[in-house]
Nanobody
Framework: QVQLVESGGGLVQAGGSLRLSCSASGRTASSYAMGWFRQAPGKERDVVAA????????YYIDSVKGRFTISRDNAKNTVYLQMNSLKPEDTAVYYC????????????????????WGQGTQVTVSS
């Protein structure tokens, strides 16, 4: 089992940047494919980006391609989401998720694929 703790959220003006971190404990993060999701008020929780166990493969939704970068440092048991050129529509609670998998190259883009979740961190982008 793994415990996930997100950090790095906050209030930023449109066009600004934030870097979210997801620290994993309990088991080595390298055993897990990871994802970042977000949930805005009144909306469902949707994937933003995902990364394979090895870090070699990534997935992004179209609206964040070219602006967000997911990465991982397995030695530090941490996954990151670098968010640049933020827009007001990026405002949401951001969640980190993990799935224990054998494959080192597969990414997962649906919330049902993930077994473990962090508590979330608020990101607010003002216009």
């Amino acid at each position: 089992q793994v415990q996930l703790v997100e950090s790095g959220g906050g209030l930023v003006q449109a066009g600004g940047s934030l870097r979210l971190s997801c620290s994993a404990s309990g088991r080595t993060a390298s055993s897990y494919a990871m994802g970042w999701f977000r949930q805005a008020p009144g909306k469902e929780r949707d994937v933003v980006a995902a990364i394979s166990r090895s870090g070699d493969n990534t997935y992004y939704i179209d609206s964040v391609k070219g602006r967000f970068t997911i990465s991982r440092d397995n030695a530090k048991n941490t996954v990151y989401l670098q968010m640049n050129s933020l827009k007001p529509e990026d405002t949401a609670v951001y969640y980190c998720a993990a799935r224990n998998v054998w494959s080192s190259v597969v990414t997962y883009s649906h919330s049902i694929d993930y077994s473990y979740w962090g508590q979330g961190t608020q990101v607010t982008v003002s216009s």
